[in-house]
T-cell receptor, first 116, second 112 residues
Framework: GAVVSQHPSWVICKSGTSVKIECRSLDFQATTMFWYRQFPKQSLMLMATSNEGSKATYEQGVEKDKFLINHASLTLSTLTVTSAHPEDSSFYIC????????????FGSGTQLSVL | KQEVTQIPAALSVPEGENLVLNCSFTDSAIYNLQWFRQDPGKGLTSLLLIQSSQREQTSGRLNASLDKSSGRSTLYIAASQPGDSATYLCAVRRGSNYKLTFGKGTLLTVNP
């Protein structure tokens, strides 16, 4: 199946700093990628949909200025958590369909963010 | 708003047992339902995908069923192994926009 590579796997940062998470489709082109957040023992919640060549679409309640999404190419989407605070500590994971219109979504390995 | 519930939240069984994980959803107008496996601190691995028109799917020791009208799905694992220990997530997709609604998962521990 398709491979979605996500980096870093984990990151610790100080409060107030920014953190960038990368998500790459390794063997296919992803015109759309999805970013999820998961708090401990909670469901994965969709944060935003990243679209190559256009602005991301954010879910209700997700701050656009805090979670900057850039879909720079057909194989790379990035999520930047700006001015991170301890409450942003969470597991972030991206996903993409191998083929638009295809049935399955493929997920990255996730990034555990800890903000001190 | 779609809500997905998974029962039980955690399950511990001895190796070799057959087991059933349950998933229920409130809105039966789904496009498909997918079962995932998540290992600690890792991403998701798709196990089985059932289209809304299907009743079940099988892969090896795994069998997933879907009763759309009642809003239920089950994941049956036969002859469980310690390597099956993980969190199992159920997710429903409403339409063609790929948005998934996840349950909180069932943490499965298979003891040797």
């Amino acid at each position: 199946g398709a491979v979605v590579s996500q980096h870093p796997s984990w990151v610790i940062c100080k409060s107030g700093t920014s953190v960038k998470i990368e998500c790459r489709s390794l063997d296919f082109q992803a015109t759309t990628m999805f970013w999820y957040r998961q708090f401990p023992k909670q469901s994965l919640m969709l944060m935003a949909t990243s679209n190559e060549g256009s602005k991301a679409t954010y879910e209700q309640g997700v701050e656009k200025d805090k979670f900057l999404i850039n879909h720079a190419s057909l194989t790379l989407s990035t999520l930047t958590v700006t001015s991170a605070h301890p409450e942003d500590s969470s597991f972030y994971i991206c996903s993409a369909p191998e083929v638009m219109g295809g049935e399955k979504l493929f997920f990255g390995s996730g990034t555990q963010l800890s903000v001190l | 708003k779609q809500e997905v519930t998974q029962i039980p939240a955690a399950l511990s069984v001895p190796e070799g047992e057959n087991l059933v994980l349950n998933c229920s959803f409130t809105d039966s107008a789904i496009y498909n339902l997918q079962w995932f496996r998540q290992d600690p601190g890792k991403g998701l691995t798709s196990l089985l995908l059932i289209q809304s028109s299907q009743r079940e799917q099988t892969s090896g020791r795994l069998n997933a069923s879907l009763d759309k009208s009642s809003g239920r799905s089950t994941l049956y694992i036969a002859a469980s192994q310690p390597g099956d220990s993980a969190t199992y997530l159920c997710a429903v997709r409403r339409g063609s926009n790929y948005k998934l609604t996840f349950g909180k998962g069932t943490l499965l521990t298979v003891n040797p």
